[in-house]
């Protein structure tokens, strides 16, 4: 624990003392390449239990080992750069750790270990292509275009968020089978749908797309409301407003619970109307950007665009802690949902004070999943 508390602190360490040529960020890169490759290494070695099946074709590109190759060079040699440079060497251990997992492993040319078919995978390569894609689009971001320019990548609660990431990526499986259900029951169990699928299925392109975004924004905002007014189950979306800083990794802090319930319903639009498969894999990858983006601490008021498609500020009045932003900005798309229904506010301008909320949420993700069937309900 005591090497660990010092990766921590090495990781959260000040700007002053993080700049170039003082082995930092050799040693996160390094750290960042590991993981990943670790990851890879991992999923080649026991595809059935920690690759999804829809990334095969990833894995099968002819090009990835050699991608896997150079990825654990990169940490090898970053680390080694980081353990040279910087006084404090939990960095640079920890990479070099990593990478030698890695090729213990079998690294780039790891051959498929025979596992048994239990029909159950995690999705470690999932959590690997997700933080590459996300990673690469959002930190630079933040930190070129910040609002807030003191905050840090490593900010309070930053291990926590990962968690929930990592946490979300390996369970996509469960998580999709039970977000699922709903929709599965009625297209096999309500066959007069089937002239709605016909018409949505002939719309253009464009307009399913657009008639999605305005579905799910439906469901989600009264979706969203009940988890605002119930106290039951504000237990549950308590947890993701426990986030007391705004980022791209801070739209991850879910619980379980929520996220397949909110998942279930949101696409029960995509699933029991017939829209075309292309439309509903699009809609998906712009929501999980989308989602990053609203959360994250990026600069930029937006005061007009903003009264008709949610921007980051909007979202982030969302989960201020101050009493006239508490209850608002339900939509996930277009503001002008709670323009109709009176839970708008949005003023020229201004960004919250604070975020988070008036109760005592517990740190770690097991108390936090513990926390909604324990909580006070007063």
């Not at 690997?128 to 840090?152: K, S």
């Not at 801070?250 to 379980?256: K, Q, T």
């Not at 990026?298 to 201020?320: E, I």
Request: with cysteine.
């Amino acid at each position: 624990m005591k090497f660990i508390d010092r990766l921590v602190r090495d990781l959260e360490s000040p700007r002053e003392v993080r700049g170039f040529g003082s082995g930092w960020f050799a040693g996160f890169f390094a750290i960042l390449l590991g993981v990943i490759g670790l990851c890879f290494v991992a999923a080649l070695r026991w595809q059935m239990s920690f690759a999804m099946p829809e990334l095969a074709a990833i894995r099968e590109w002819a090009g990835f080992r050699t991608l896997v190759h150079f990825t654990l060079l990169g940490s090898y040699a970053l680390a080694l750069l980081s353990l040279l440079l910087r006084p404090h060497k939990a960095l640079g251990l920890t990479a070099l750790a990593l990478s030698l997992t890695a090729t213990v492993l079998g690294g780039a040319s790891v051959q498929p270990h025979e596992t048994n078919e239990w029909g159950i995978f995690f999705g470690l390569d999932f959590f690997a292509v997700n933080m590459v894609a996300t990673g690469l689009m959002f930190a630079p971001l933040e930190r070129f275009a910040p609002r807030l320019r003191e905050q840090r990548l490593f900010r309070p609660e930053w291990n926590e968020d990962l968690f929930y990431y990592l946490v979300s990526s390996m369970l996509v499986q469960v998580i999709t089978f039970l977000a699922l259900a709903p929709s599965s029951y009625i297209n096999q169990h309500f066959g007069w749908l089937d002239a709605t699928r016909s018409t949505v299925g002939g719309l253009p392109w464009v307009v399913q797309f657009l008639l999605a975004m305005v579905l799910t924004d439906i469901a989600q905002y009264w979706f969203h409301r009940l988890f605002h007014r119930i106290p039951f189950l504000w237990g549950f979306h308590a947890v993701h407003h426990s986030a007391k800083n705004m980022d791209w990794l801070a739209g991850a802090r879910m619980h379980f619970i929520e996220i397949v319930l909110l998942r279930g319903v949101t696409s029960l639009p995509l699933l029991t109307l017939g829209f075309l498969p292309s439309v509903m894999q699009a809609y998906v990858g712009m929501v999980y950007v989308y989602a990053s983006l609203v959360h994250a601490n990026v600069r930029g008021n937006f005061n007009r665009l903003g009264k008709w498609v949610v921007v980051p500020r909007f979202h982030h009045w969302h989960h201020a802690i101050e009493e006239e932003g508490i209850d608002k900005n339900f939509a996930i798309h277009f503001p002008l949902l709670d323009r109709i229904f009176g839970t708008y506010y949005f003023p020229d301008d201004v960004w919250p004070r604070g975020y988070g909320v008036p109760e005592e949420v517990p740190r770690g993700y097991l108390a936090q999943a513990r926390y909604p069937f324990v909580r006070p309900r007063s």
